[in-house]
């Protein structure tokens, strides 16, 4: 999730209607954010002091987004129905757009990448008699924590209507319906001394049924199709059914295998949340709602001069190299275009790429919180903990995007508004993930900060966080819309 803030270039004065500036945010993991000034001092006049009154939690709103987005495409759905209802406009990749000062607008791509922005004024198989469902791992799972739950299917499916024409529906089956059982220890006595060890290709199948049978199939369904060969009826017949449509209507599809346990809160004081997909959602409903909390009012956004901008990409788990990933080109194609739309003729040439070099990206993923049973695994002075605050990540080998300029400003912000922030290093003897900040940063040249919220258990089904770390997180961001022209103003160093 990229959360962005873009400033267009300043024109001299025009005897016209002063021309309103904006900046930019985004959504898979990392924010970005472009400033129309340049950076001078590494201090601030606001004082340190404690906000008059917190603001209400954002914690619910997170469950209910978590127990709607089973899927890429259930996250990018519900995210489109929360613009809408707080007013932005949808546009198309397709058309030309006509953005104006002061408006909020956003778009999708694939319909599991998502960019927001608010403008300133200023297949079958059968075992043993069982029947079975094919999957393919995503990424790097904890897939020991699949086995023995369960399990459903959501995701998209492609349809054919009658007139010829195409277009796709989004299920979710809410009952269990699949499972992957473990094997009884009777069966493998060497389990718990050797550890379980289970074959991805054979042992992780998931079980549907005990037997298949045959659907009843007209002239036409003899000739079959595709779909029809590569899925059993049983699961065509339970898709349908989920729709609303005939079996012989789909002919593709793209589903995810999802724990039917919804998302809730836990521990003895209910301080935990307990759910699947926290890595990444929990950012991106952060990052959705400043966006949306902070551009809500006419007044938050007539004296801004730059635009505020969430991106949320898809495929971060296995690269980003897809045109719905970071790796694309869609968050700076978007900026081009408000730029273009926006700017005046007297700006000149070169009017984006004066915007990047004043801009600021926040990439936000998770951070790995400190495990009390594997304190070990963390570098000694450098141990994120629950409901301690964002952590800021640093690697000297660029796996994150974070600079000593970059990470002060955004601590900068946590100390103005008296919220508390954590730093994580990973350890030398250990291997360093990466997240899309070093995508996005390298990509334009844009400064950037790595930041997440602290988790245990990730990419497990059934990951946790801190639900005080995801109010500290959304103030964090939202503050960062908000005041972060006023601190890169008084920076003066190079960058």
């Known amino acids: 999730m990229a959360l962005l803030r873009l400033h267009l ?5 025009l005897p016209a209607q002063p021309y309103s500036r904006s900046p930019l945010s ?10 129309a000034v340049s950076p001078r001092l590494l201090c601030s006049t606001h004082p340190a002091s404690p906000l008059d009154a917190a603001p209400p939690s954002i914690v619910a709103g997170l469950l209910d987004y978590l127990n709607d987005s089973w899927t890429q495409f259930h996250a990018t759905a519900e995210a489109k129905r929360q613009l809408l209802d707080a007013g932005f406009k949808l546009l198309s990749e ?3 757009w006509d953005l104006q000062p002061g408006g909020r607008y956003f778009f999708t791509r694939n319909m599991s990448c998502l960019v927001a922005f608010a403008i300133g004024e200023k297949s079958a198989t059968f075992k043993s008699g069982h029947q079975m469902v094919n999957v393919q791992t995503y990424g790097s799972g904890l897939w020991h924590t699949w086995f023995d739950r369960d399990l459903t299917l959501a995701g998209r499916v492609i349809l054919k209507a009658a007139d010829d024409s195409f277009k796709h529906k989004l299920v979710k089956i809410t009952r269990p319906l699949i499972r992957v059982p473990t094997l009884a220890i009777h069966l493998n006595r060497t389990v718990n001394s050797d550890g379980f060890k289970p074959n991805l290709e054979t042992h992780l199948v998931p079980l549907l049924a005990t037997k298949h049978e045959e659907a009843t199939m007209n002239s036409d369904d003899k000739s079959s199709s595709s779909t029809k060969v590569a899925h059993h009826p049983l699961f065509l017949q339970i898709l349908s059914e989920e729709i609303g449509c005939q079996s012989n209507e789909i002919i593709g599809m793209e589903l995810n295998v999802c724990d039917t346990q919804p998302s809730c809160l836990g521990g003895g004081y209910n301080e935990f949340i307990y759910s699947g997909r926290l ?7 952060c990052a959705l709602r400043s966006l949306m909390d902070s551009s809500k009012a006419a007044e938050q956004l007539s004296n801004e001069k730059a635009i505020r901008m969430v991106a949320m990409f898809d495929n971060e788990e296995v690269g980003s190299d897809s045109m719905q990933g970071a790796g694309a080109s869609t968050m700076f194609q978007a900026m081009r275009r408000i730029v273009d739309s926006l700017m005046h003729q007297s700006m000149g040439e070169g009017a984006l790429e004066r915007a990047i070099h004043s801009s600021f990206l926040v990439s936000a993923d998770m951070a790995h919180a ?12 450098h141990r994120p903990e629950l409901q301690k605050g964002l952590v800021i990540k640093h690697n000297a ?7 000593a300029i970059t990470a002060f400003l955004f601590k900068e912000i946590a100390r103005i508004q008296n919220l508390p922030v954590q730093e994580f290093v990973v350890r030398n003897d250990m291997g360093c993930g990466s997240t899309i900040g070093p995508i ?3 990509g334009v040249g844009i400064r950037t900060v790595d930041c997440g919220i602290p988790q245990l258990s990730m990419h497990s089904i059934r990951e946790m966080c801190g639900k005080e770390d995801v109010d500290t997180t ?3 961001f939202k503050a960062f819309f908000e005041m972060f022209s006023d601190i890169d103003r008084k920076l003066n160093v190079d960058f």
């Open 9 to 13: 270039p300043r024109p001299p004065p």
């Open 279 to 285: 890595d990444n959602l929990a950012s991106c409903y």
């Open 397 to 403: 080998n660029q796996r994150y995007a974070t600079s």
């Open 94 to 96: 397709s058309d030309d």
């Open 26 to 35: 985004s959504y898979t993991s990392s924010w970005l954010r472009l400033p």
């Open 440 to 442: 996005l940063a390298s």
């Open 474 to 476: 959304y103030r964090h």
């Open 370 to 381: 400190l495990h009390p049973n594997y304190s070990d695994k963390h570098e000694e002075c």
